[in-house]
């Protein structure tokens, strides 16, 4: 098979959460363990940190990885979903795994995993760990899938374990009240290890520290210590931040969500200098003592680790922007932030998926942008038609369009130099708008 063969074939005919929704879900762990136990443990090769959470997960998880490349670790990176190519979800030092790899992984091994009847989940995560360790990787920053108690990738004992947050999202498998759904990010607790927890609230505080009394794990709650004292949207992009012990910050991400996550990302920081892992890595450099170093990793997350679709600036004039953020926890800052931003028109090229609280996030969007409703290229999308009608009852009105590439075509043509144009509301329409529109 060729590569894109080798890859169609990974999404048609095994279960996939990310295009056939809970149909596509697989909960247990029974798999994962026949398959680890077949490539012979890879995971216990190299060391891992493990990233939980409702929203934040992919920016922390980038910027850790970012953070150990420039102390001169060989990272792995394993993040989903991705958004224009298979291989953008395994990466070491921020370089994709290679489609020959993904090809021979796939043609040597389907007489071993076809009879299991494994999940696309499943195969890529055992993908993962087995390239991991044949590339030799010192530590890898391990995103999770969906939840964490029963998710794949909750088989490693990492060095720290983080939980950036809990909202309500894929409730039909977590759980209908945060307390549900924090008891199962808090599955990725292991014995002894720290946990950083990003955000809490009065239901998912007592969940955390009963899960970390009960594992003997230490815990550190990362908004009762604030190490970012205030943020600063930077014109061209990115984010100022000052800080309590590190000064001033500079970060490639955009975004005013990421004052939250680059509060978890410094006390991370901490636990891991504790452990030993920033003081004795193979450049003899200590992040708390070398702001220049940490200001490096930082000001190039993006170029280090291939991270896309964060309050991405595409072009300035007119100034476009994709986001990915596609539930209502993402949206009650990138409403915030949309409302933030001074321009003639705003046009926003719009589209979800069916498992979200559609109309909690329509109920959240500028009333005053011209919108483009669309449908992105999974079946899990929402009838761009489906979407306008349910807009009208929050006064939102716009044209629907049958493909992300018409819509901002469309957007692009109506807006004039000092115009502002944005495209979000699912990773998937960002991806098809990475994918075909740029």
């Known amino acids: 098979m060729t590569y894109q063969e080798t890859c169609e074939y990974l999404y048609s005919q095994m279960p996939m959460f990310e295009r056939q929704g809970a149909s596509g879900y697989k909960e247990g762990l029974d798999n994962t363990l026949a398959l680890d ?40 990176l394993y993040t989903s979903p991705h958004l224009v190519d298979f291989s953008e979800r395994i990466r070491v030092n921020g370089i994709p795994v290679s489609e ?119 815990i550190v709650f990362a908004e009762d210590a604030p190490e970012v004292l205030s943020a600063e949207m930077l014109p061209e992009g990115g984010m100022s931040y000052k800080t309590r012990t590190y000064g001033t910050l500079i970060s490639d991400l955009g975004g005013i969500y990421q004052q939250k996550n680059m509060n978890t990302i410094l006390h991370v920081l901490q636990a891991l200098s504790e452990r030993g892992f920033l003081s004795q890595s193979g ?94 290229s999974s079946p899990r999308a929402v009838n761009e038609h489906t979407l306008q009608s349910l807009a009208q009852k929050y006064n939102i009105h716009g044209t629907p369009y049958s493909t992300v590439r018409e819509a901002y075509s469309a957007a692009l043509s109506n807006a004039e130099a000092n115009d502002f144009v944005f495209v979000g509301g699912s990773s998937y329409v960002v991806g098809d708008f990475l994918k075909y529109c740029l």
């Open 283 to 376: 450049s003899g450099m200590d992040f708390e003592k070398s702001l220049y170093e940490l200001n490096t990793a930082l000001k190039n997350v993006c170029a280090f680790t291939g991270l896309k679709g964060r309050w991405q600036v595409v072009q300035q004039s007119p100034k476009v922007v994709c986001d990915t953020g596609h539930n209502l926890g993402g949206w009650q800052y990138l409403s915030r932030q949309l409302s933030m931003v001074k321009c003639r028109k705003m046009h926003i090229v719009f589209g979800m998926v069916s498992d979200k609280d559609i109309e909690g996030v329509i109920g959240l969007l500028p009333k005053d942008a011209t919108y483009y409703f669309t449908k992105a």
């Open 37 to 76: 136990a077949h490539f012979g443990h890879p995971h216990k090769y190299f060391a891992t940190i493990h990233v939980a959470g409702t929203n934040g997960k992919g920016s922390v998880s980038h910027s850790i990885a970012a953070l150990l490349q420039e102390v001169g670790y060989r990272v792995g």
């Open 100 to 218: 020959e790899y993904v090809t021979s992984f796939v043609e040597n091994e389907r007489d071993f995993f076809e009879p299991l009847h494994p999940s696309f989940f499943e195969v890529t995560t055992a993908m993962a760990f087995k390239y991991f360790k044949d590339m030799n990787v010192d530590i890898a920053v391990v995103e999770v899938g969906l939840g964490g108690r029963l998710d794949c990738t909750n088989i490693i004992t990492p060095v720290v374990s983080i939980i950036t947050n809990i909202s309500f999202d894929h409730t039909q498998f977590l759980g209908n009240t945060l307390a549900e759904i924090a008891s199962e990010k808090a599955g990725i607790i292991k014995p002894g290890v720290p946990v950083v927890i990003g955000e809490a609230t009065s239901e998912t505080r007592p969940v955390f520290e009963s899960k970390a009394k009960e594992m003997g794990s230490p």
